[in-house]
């Protein structure tokens, strides 16, 4: 009879490899996330069940847990925001799905993160240990994975930023030095939630997952250069702490508005505490065998799609930047110029009170834009209404003032370069 299987978080990184993996060995799966148009759009042909999980009752879990035989808990956030909430993500869901679980002979399998403690120095890991307690102190039938940092071919999160410091260009920034790393790839875990789903090692064991052997954060990032296909830097400049601090301080900020980046305090306090574990367990209980990081990249080599994405990723907030500065200038220096702009429309003969009305909405509507496309829900939308703003603009502009184009100073001209750069944002704006 074939096996049903839960997965949640099921169209993030690691659990969509689950799903495939699980899928390819004959279950029947379910995908579980809080976006039916990300979950479409990652695995269109998954039966889906869209619930937020952070705030999911006893009664949601019963209901969507009472026909499976497997649950894999792919779910997990880096750090609060206003999309996330550690406590409720990692520990209070974890607690009702075990409530929704007890009596029931279905095996809950949890991936956690290796590393993790009460003692821990960042609030991610110490709400995963939570949860992970939560789990083994259970009566279900219960295995908790935790894995060493995850990489894959998919770029998302930690494996996104590797690469595109792994592509900084002239000079390699030297971060952490003497943070130890060990991996993972995301396919070798699926096969480790396969293996454990099909019942061959048992349960109610936590295990580490991770590569044999270790290497520094610098080397990591070399190693990646050179699969990439770049030459190894002639020159590597140590990246001070305070400029580290910082950044992870504007990265938390930006979190507030929605964006997930990897350089949050969280993921650097993690990186400079190194990211190990110990595989010893994994391997007495005849766990599937897990490449090492040059065994991996050999295995998937790079093409010119994964060069081209490590150097734009790093360049789409400063795009964002820009946009936002462009069009908040804009809107301020027209209020500032209030006059000056309105007589340039009444010059061409427009009245006085249509040429006011739209100086100040056309500031208003600058200023909205250049606040909006720094929101991630809105970022898309933003860049839309600078093309359409921007063209509306060109298309009165060449009717009232058409020598304009001819400008020195190219008052039209410099137009275009910011609508393409609007449409390239929201070209490149998917993170998963």
């Known amino acids: 009879m074939t096996k049903k299987a839960v997965v949640l978080g099921a169209y993030g990184f690691i659990g969509a490899a689950c799903v495939r993996a699980l899928q390819q060995e004959g279950f029947s799966v379910c995908g579980v996330g809080r976006s039916l148009s990300t979950a479409q759009k990652i695995l269109p042909d998954l039966v889906w069940i869209i619930r937020d ?22 779910s997990g956030a880096l750090q609060d925001g206003t999309r996330d909430n550690l406590t409720a993500i990692h520990e209070t869901a974890v607690v009702a799905m075990c409530e929704a679980l007890e009596g029931t002979r279905t095996k809950f399998i949890q991936i956690s993160a290796a590393g993790v403690s009460d003692q821990a120095p960042t609030e991610f890991f110490r709400s995963k240990a939570r949860g992970d307690a939560r ?10 994975l935790r894995p060493v940092l995850v990489f894959g071919a998919q770029a998302y ?120 574990g110990d595989p010893e367990i994994w391997k007495s209980l005849g766990g599937v065998s897990l490449r090492t990081l040059g065994e991996s990249l050999a295995q998937m080599p790079a093409t010119v799609q994964e060069r081209s994405f490590a150097r734009l990723y790093l360049m789409l907030p ?64 933003a860049c839309l209404g600078m093309i359409a703003v921007s063209a509306g603009y060109l298309a009165a502009g060449t009717l009232l003032t058409p020598h304009l184009w001819a400008d020195p100073l190219g008052v039209f001209v410099k137009v275009l370069p910011s609508m393409v750069l609007a449409l390239l944002v929201t070209l490149v704006l998917e993170d998963r």
């Open 135 to 144: 789990v083994m102190s259970s009566r279900l039938d219960w295995v908790v």
């Open 157 to 276: 999160g930690g494996t996104a930023l590797l690469r595109a410091a792994a592509a900084f260009p002239l000079v390699g920034p030297k971060i952490y030095p003497d943070a130890q790393v060990q991996t993972i790839h995301v396919d070798d875990l699926a096969k480790a939630v396969v293996q454990v789903a099909q019942g061959e090692l048992g349960g109610c064991f936590v295990a580490e997952l991770a590569e044999e052997g270790r290497q520094s954060f610098p080397d990591l990032t070399a190693k990646l250069r050179a699969w990439l296909g770049y030459p190894a830097w002639s020159t590597q400049v140590a990246i001070p702490g305070w400029m580290l601090t910082l950044s992870g301080r504007c990265a938390d900020a930006l979190g507030w508005l929605g964006w997930r980046s990897p350089l949050r305090t969280n993921a650097l306090l993690s990186l400079e505490s190194g990211i190990t």
């Open 318 to 381: 400063l795009a964002i930047g820009c946009l936002s500065l462009f069009w908040l200038l804009s809107g301020v220096f027209g209020l500032i110029s209030f006059s000056a702009a309105k007589a340039v429309l009444t010059g061409q003969g427009v009245s006085g009170g249509f040429a006011g009305s739209a100086v100040l909405g056309g500031s208003m509507a600058d200023l909205l834009l250049g606040v909006a496309v720094l929101f991630r829900r809105w970022t898309k939308t």
């Open 53 to 74: 999980i952070a705030t999911a009752t006893v009664s949601d879990w019963q209901d969507i847990f009472s026909e499976a035989d497997i649950v894999v808990n792919a």
